[in-house]
């Protein structure tokens, strides 16, 4: 069974940094892609970056690229998404997911469960 734990959010205040950690279980990490979704109050659930596990291809979406990193430590089954330069509109409920590849286009379509998420928020 697909599980994601996520950790990490907190409260900041705007142009502070926050690193949030996805540790995934119940699939082969290393033959899939990790994405990062968010979703904020009121809004559709949106894609924010992935990560390929196997040959390392990243996405990311035009509102946070030159302030996000995500990264990830193979050996853990641990994906993490560095959020510098935050915004009030990064405030949301950040969630990991798997999908079968990541390209610079965006992610396949993921699948198995959500995880908890965690709540980012970013003050003015």
């Known amino acids: 069974e697909v599980q994601f734990v996520e950790s990490g959010g907190g409260l900041v205040q705007a142009g502070g940094s926050l690193r949030l950690s996805c540790v995934a279980s119940?699939?082969?990490?290393?033959?899939?892609?990790i994405g990062w979704f968010r979703q904020a109050p009121g809004k559709v659930r949106e894609v924010v970056s992935c990560?390929?596990?196997?040959?390392?291809?990243?996405y990311y979406v035009d509102s946070v690229k030159g302030r996000f990193t995500v990264s990830s430590d193979n050996a853990k089954n641990t994906v993490y998404l560095q959020m510098n330069s935050l915004k009030p509109e990064d405030t949301a409920v950040y969630y990991c997911?798997?999908?079968?590849?990541?390209?610079?286009?965006?992610?396949?379509?993921?699948?198995?469960?959500w995880g908890p998420g965690t709540q980012v928020t970013v003050s003015s």
């Open positions: 997911a798997v999908h079968y590849y990541c390209s610079a286009y965006g992610p396949s379509p993921r699948f198995g469960s």
């Open positions: 119940g699939f082969t990490f290393d033959d899939y892609a």
């Open positions: 990560i390929s596990s196997s040959d390392g291809s990243t």
